[in-house]
Structures are given as C-alpha cells and as structure tokens.
C-alpha cells in the first residue's frame, strides 16, 4: 500500500470560497455575514470534485490512500477572531470529512484548527476532539504562525502550547506543522513562508527540551523539512554548541519528514542524510506546484516517481516510505486500516 501522508482538499467546490469571501466582508459589516446554514454543497459536488482531481492522479500515479487535510493556505488563521475562525475550520473539517465518508478507501481526514492570532491555543480542543472522536480524524495541522508571517505566537517549544500537547498525547494523534497564507510582502506563501515555518519549527525544537516533557508527542514537518535536511551540519552544530545530545537522541524519535521534494536530487539528499524510518510518503498533490517539468517530463509533485528511482533505497526501506511508517506515525490509521483487513 502507498500511503501519501499530506493532503490537501484544494479542489472543493466553488460555493466554499463564495461562501468564506461573505465571511470576510462580513467582518467589516456584520449584515452581510453569511449563516453556515447557507453553504449548500452535496455529495454529487465533492464526488466530481474528487473523482476528476485527486482520486484521478492517485489511481494514475499509483497511490492508495491520502491523509486528507483542509486546503492549507485557506486556514488564514489571521483572518478574522476565533469565532471567524472556529465557523471556518468546522466547515472545512466537515468537507474532508464527508469526503472521508464518500471515498473510505482513498482518505482519511487530518483536522485543520481553530487557531487565532493571541488566543489560548487550548480553545481549539473541542474541534481537535470532534475531529478524532466523531469524524475518524488520524491527525492535525498545527500552525506554528498564525499570524499569516508576523511570527507573533510564542515557540512551539512554549508552554501556551502544552494543552494541544496533552491532547495530541492522550489521543495519539501527531502533528504536521503547517502554516497557511503569508500576510507579509517579504514572504511568498508556498516559495517562502512554508519552507520558511518548516525550518523554523525544526530549530524551535532543537533549541528546547520539548520531548523531555512530551517523550510521545510526534510532528511531522512538511516538504522534507524545509531547509534541515541540507543544513544538517549546521544543525548538528549548532545542537553541538547549545550542548544539546546528538540529533538522532535529541529529536528523530519525535520528528518526521515528509517527501514533498519535487525533484530527484532533493529526494535523493533528503533519504542520504535523514534515517529512513523517519521519511514518510507525501505529494501534496493537487498543491503548490502542479506544472511539468521540462527536464523529465513528469509533474513536478509526481513523487513517487522519484522514491521508486531512488538508488539509495532498498526495497525495504521503500516499504518504510510508503507504508509503514505512517502506520507507526499515524496509529489511529493503523488501526482504521487494520479494522479493514488492511
């Protein structure tokens, strides 16, 4: 089975963007706001939303599954107060959601949350708890910025975020740490912003003794890492001076990677340097990046293309990438996987 942990519905209907660009205006005039109740999308819509996009490439492309997420740039946590935002990440959490339930073999849904810039990131927990208990949900997106680029939020390392944590814990559920739309001119949303978080996130935890407190706690950072993988020297230096342990004692049993790396030699650096068991299977496809490219011929974020021409990877450690470890990463898709004879 090939599992591609990072997902995003990107393709929802259009009455979903309509229906949030009433929201936002109706932040500045509350009468024009709109009632959720007003959002009609039925389950013709998603299937066609699907079945031409994603579910397309997949049976194309030759993957299986796919942790299924709310659109990432759409969060737009600085958007709005926490009820904006609530109203929103409960709408969209609905839709993957349905999806889930539309197409039970190809996604299983990942929850977006209601974060909020200076609001107690606690309040996002009773939709963290909705999404896991009553729809099924295997995991989170954690934005680490919700500011939209302003980086005003306290480390991951801080203590305003211990109640996720907990509830991460208790639930055994890990995070992608995924921020969302870029607010601030120096920082492109997806060329910029994205790997920008990932590398930041990465060093917010080399920098503290997070895992001391949370030794189960686990954070999967997107687009194979940011700029880690390249700079491990430097990281390995760094943690080095700060008289941290060694990386592999000090972090990799808590984080993971994922492949969203859209060319050969990234992957190929990516699975040098990083332990195999912690590079988990992802395309992010329909995303960021949905051209050809001119030198192969192929999508750029047809990844599977590069796992399978990998030279460094034996067909085990494949398997690892693919399969097996989401399945330790992501334990409540083990077991929804197992419960089907999967």
Not at 202 to 211: E, G, I
Not at 248 to 254: F, S, V
Not at 332 to 340: E, N, P, T, V, Y
Request: neutral net charge; contains cysteine; aromatic residues 10%.
């Amino acid at each position: 089975m090939i599992i591609d942990v990072h997902g995003h519905y990107t393709t929802a209907p259009k009455a979903l963007e309509d229906w949030r660009n009433r929201q936002i205006a109706g932040i500045k005039d509350p009468s024009v706001r709109p009632k959720v109740s007003e959002l009609k999308i039925s389950d013709d819509e998603l299937r066609e939303s699907i079945v031409n996009n994603q579910l397309k490439k997949m049976r194309e492309r030759g993957s299986d599954l796919t942790i299924f997420s709310p659109r990432a740039s759409f969060m737009a946590h600085h958007i709005g107060d926490f009820e904006v935002s609530s109203t929103w990440a409960a709408i969209c959490n609905e839709l993957c959601a349905r999806v889930s339930q539309l197409f039970p073999d190809h996604f299983i849904g990942a929850a977006m949350l209601p974060q909020s810039p200076g609001v107690d990131p606690k309040t996002c927990i009773p939709e963290l708890e909705k999404c896991v208990k009553d729809y099924g949900f295997v995991g989170i997106n954690l934005n680490p910025d919700p500011s939209g680029g302003h980086w005003t939020s306290p480390p991951l390392s801080d203590r305003q975020w211990y109640p996720i944590y907990e509830k991460m814990v208790e639930l055994d559920i890990p995070a992608m740490i995924h921020v969302s739309t870029s607010c601030n001119a120096c920082f492109h949303t997806t060329g910029a912003h994205y790997l920008n978080a990932d590398t930041t996130a990465f060093m917010q935890c080399l920098t503290s003794d997070l895992f001391k407190d949370f030794p189960t706690l686990r954070f999967l950072i997107p687009h194979g890492g940011g700029a880690v993988p390249y700079h491990w020297g430097r990281f390995r230096g760094l943690a080095q001076e700060l008289k941290k342990p060694l990386l592999k004692d000090h972090l990799l049993h808590n984080i993971f990677f994922d492949t969203c790396v859209y060319h050969q030699p990234g992957i190929d650096l990516l699975t040098k340097v990083i332990p195999v068991d912690n590079i988990l299977f992802a395309s992010e496809m329909i995303g960021a990046v949905r051209g050809i490219d001119p030198e192969t011929g192929f999508p750029y974020d047809d990844t599977k293309r590069y796992i399978e021409a990998s030279t460094i990877l034996s067909a085990k450690d494949k398997h690892k990438v693919y399969e097996g470890n989401a399945r330790r990463v992501f334990p409540r898709l083990d077991a929804a996987l197992k419960a089907k004879g999967k």
